[in-house]
């Protein structure tokens, strides 16, 4: 019998030239090899957590710094506006409200801010009385609002009330042993030398005031001079809108001072011109002051104001993801309009501009483009039979 010798090609799958078996790939254990999924690396994933929390770390921190870098403008520009440190003051009374119900924007109200703008080198506010010639109006009234030093005390809170008139201090008659004697001059209503009153016709504020008459009690004002043993001075008049007399007639019981003289230039802090409603509450909130001065509908608007701040960089930022995202997908479609009109992949084009379809509805063919046995359509097909 002639023996045969058996090739690589003749042995079995798997049969080794020993033949042992099928042979054993170690990494399987015997078992059929299959597709290996890599595991994931651990210090990748560690990496990119880390990655990701500086990204957002990073992020974070440059906003930090440009809404600190906004706000420093912001202050800068007011400062630089204004001239005066700090810019803005709170209003920590009701003097100057014009409703006892409820605050109104426009209108000095108690938890107010209100900017102080310094005045100009001897340039002094316009007083309610010259306001009502020029027509000068603010915070709803005629004249300038200022803000002062009671007195001139330094370490006394200032005051915010509305600059009157002006009246000059007439010594002619004014006897500096006795302090008796004296009066005023008012420039801008043309009197000289007043020892007892005048009136300012149509005041409007408070409007309870019957036929809109104030009288300016000058004899009280002399007198007060005599009883705090202060030598008489010029300076203006000031008045809360919501105060019945004017601060230098009326008496301020359990405070200090008690007394406010005319406001002289030099303790002006500057003229209020304009207002930021309603935020002031907070610094008396945590100061512990002005609690039931405050308005409901002042405390229930900061609150709006408050969530409306907190929630516009969210809202805007979610506006701005869906308007990107609606522009993308506009220029995709425009993309795929476009693209569906290049025609066939292998970029032929169909003869005159149209298509295979309207090729096989008008029953033409495109030339070289015929199957086999098709014939174009003048040919007609020859009889069949033998011919003759």
């Not at 100061?287 to 308005?295: A, D």
Request: charged letters at 30%; zero cysteines; aromatic letters at 8%.
């Amino acid at each position: 019998m002639q023996k045969t010798s058996t090739t690589r090609e003749d042995r079995a799958p798997g049969q080794t030239s020993r033949g042992k078996g099928p042979r054993k790939d170690p990494d399987t254990n015997g078992r059929p090899p299959r597709d290996r999924v890599p595991k994931e690396d651990e210090g990748s994933k560690k990496e990119d957590l880390r990655t990701r929390i500086w990204n957002e770390s990073r992020s974070f921190i440059f906003d930090f710094i440009g809404a600190m870098i906004v706000l420093l403008i912001i202050i800068g520009a007011l400062h630089t506006y204004t001239g005066n440190w700090p810019p803005l003051v709170v209003v920590q009374s009701g003097s100057m409200e014009h409703s006892d119900e409820s605050s109104s924007i426009g209108v000095i109200d108690t938890g107010d801010l209100v900017f102080v703008k310094k005045l100009g080198e001897g340039r002094g506010p316009v007083t309610y009385v010259e306001g009502v010639m020029s027509g000068h109006r603010t915070y709803d009234s005629y004249g300038d609002v200022i803000i002062f030093r009671p007195n001139g005390n330094e370490t006394r809170t200032a005051i915010i009330h509305r600059a009157v008139v002006w009246i000059e201090f007439n010594s002619s008659t004014y006897n500096t042993e006795t302090g008796q004697g004296g009066g005023y001059d008012v420039p801008s209503l043309g009197l000289r030398n007043i020892m007892d009153r005048f009136i300012i016709k149509d005041y409007e504020w408070p409007e309870r005031s019957s036929g809109g008459i104030r009288e300016i009690n000058v004899a009280t004002i002399l007198y007060k001079f005599r009883m705090y043993g202060v030598v008489p001075h010029s300076g203006f008049l000031t008045k809360g809108d919501d105060n019945e007399d004017i601060d230098q007639t009326s008496s301020f019981g359990g405070s200090e001072p008690s007394w406010i003289q005319p406001v002289k230039r030099e303790w002006i802090i500057g003229k209020s011109v304009g207002e930021l409603p309603w935020f002031g509450i907070i610094k008396l909130k945590l100061e512990g002051n002005g609690g039931n001065k405050i308005h409901s509908n002042s405390e229930r608007n900061l609150w709006i104001a408050l969530v409306v701040i907190v929630a516009s960089p969210f809202i805007l930022d979610l506006g701005l993801h869906f308007l990107i995202k609606a522009v993308r997908s506009k220029e995709e479609d425009g993309e795929e309009k476009t693209n569906g009109k290049e025609g066939p992949p292998d970029g032929s084009r169909p003869r005159n501009g149209k298509s295979d379809d309207h090729d096989k509805k008008s029953g033409s063919k495109r030339t070289g483009g015929s199957k086999e046995g098709d014939r174009p359509a003048h040919v007609k097909k020859a009889p069949s039979g033998r011919r003759p």
